[in-house]
């Protein structure tokens, strides 16, 4: 495994150390480990030797360019608010990971690996407080 630092917005750590005090994970590596497998379990099909997948890629580059750029704006006005501040994480990776989310920026789907792992570490954070809301409610019924 190799050791990889990225960036992420405080409020993301934040929701991380939520995770691990919970208990749900145990570590930041696991989280980010567990979010790029799923991450990259659905991108697993991109190749683009086969023509339809590389249509869907540029459409995918497309997309992710249009909510790169409307997230920048967001980031922008944010950073106007209240200055978010990003912080490093330090994660051990295994190579293939690694090696899939450089393709994955090669292709332009991802500006960065930064940014994949950004993604993958969001959605995992999202699904989780899904499910624990949807739990809550469960409880309260």
Known sequence: MKI???KIPEEMKE??????????YPN????????????????????PGISEIAQRTKELVKRR????????RRR???KKKNKSILKLVSVHLPERYI??????????????RSEAIR??????????L????????????
Do not use: C, Q
């Open 28 to 47: 930041e590596s696991i989280i980010v480990r567990e979010a790029l497998r799923m991450f990259l379990n659905r991108h697993r099909n991109v190749d």
């Open 76 to 78: 922008k006005e944010e």
């Open 15 to 24: 929701m991380m150390e939520k995770l691990i005090e919970e208990h749900y």
């Open 99 to 112: 090696e899939y989310l450089e393709r994955l920026v090669k292709m332009g789907i991802y500006p960065s």
């Open 65 to 72: 360019e249009e909510e790169r750029k409307k997230e920048e």
């Open 4 to 6: 990889t630092t990225v």
């Open 119 to 128: 993604v993958a570490v969001r959605d995992l954070i999202r699904r989780e």
């Open 130 to 141: 899904w499910k624990e809301r949807r739990y809550s409610r469960r409880m309260l019924a």
